[in-house]
Each structure stands twice: as structure tokens, then as C-alpha cells.
Nanobody, 125 residues
């Protein structure tokens, strides 16, 4: 099992940047692919990005491609989501999630077995 905790959220002006962190417990962090999701009020949870256990493969949804970068440091048991060019529509609670089963791209939240508690990101116009 793995436990996840996000940090790094906050309030930022449009056009600004934030880096979210996802700290994981356990000694098998590299066996888990990581995904980042977000959920805005009144909306369904949305897939943003995914990175393989080794960090060698990444996937992004179109709405964040070129603005957000997913990465990980397995030596620190931590994943990251660098967010640049933030827009008011990026306002949401952001979650990291771990998947120890599936290879390749997985965008559905039900495929991830472990979740953090979320961190709020608010982008002001």
C-alpha cells in the first residue's frame, strides 16, 4: 500500500505558477504510476496527467498540455505537478493518485487505488 499527501496549493493570479507535491509513504513508490486529477465545484473529477513508475512515460489531457508538467523523484518518494500559465478555470481541488496495477494510459479515477486528501488551487482573474 501507499499513502499520499498533496501540498503546494494556494491562491495565485492568472498567468502565475504553482508546483504541487505529492509525498508518498512506503518503500515501493517506484512500482506505482502516479496520476493528477482535479475537481471543481459542481463538476466531475477530471484527469490531468499521469507518469509511469520509472518516470519515463508521461501523458496529459489536452487542456493542460504545454502548461502543466508532471514529474517524480523516486529517491524522495515524491511526485510533482508544475503548473504554469494558470487560468481562473484551473481553480479546483487537486488530487494525486497511485496505480500499482495498470500499464499505459489510465484516465479514469476508478483505476487508481490510492488517493491523497487534495489541495485547493484558486486562480484569481
Amino acid at each position: 500500500q501507499v499513502q499520499l499527501e498533496e501540498s503546494g496549493g494556494g491562491v495565485v493570479q492568472a498567468g502565475g505558477s504553482l508546483r504541487l507535491s505529492c509525498a508518498a509513504s512506503g518503500r515501493t513508490f517506484s512500482r506505482y504510476a502516479l496520476g493528477w486529477f482535479r475537481q471543481a465545484p459542481g463538476k466531475e473529477r477530471e484527469f490531468l496527467a499521469r507518469i509511469s513508475g520509472s518516470g519515463g512515460t508521461t501523458y496529459y489531457t489536452d487542456s493542460v498540455k504545454g502548461r502543466f508538467t508532471i514529474s517524480r523523484d523516486n529517491g524522495k518518494n515524491t511526485g510533482y505537478l508544475q503548473m504554469n500559465g494558470l487560468k481562473p478555470e484551473d481553480t479546483a481541488v487537486y488530487y494525486c493518485a497511485a496505480d500499482g496495477i495498470n500499464d499505459g494510459l489510465l484516465t479514469v479515477d476508478s483505476g487508481y487505488g490510492f488517493w491523497g486528501q487534495g489541495t485547493q488551487v484558486t486562480v484569481s482573474s
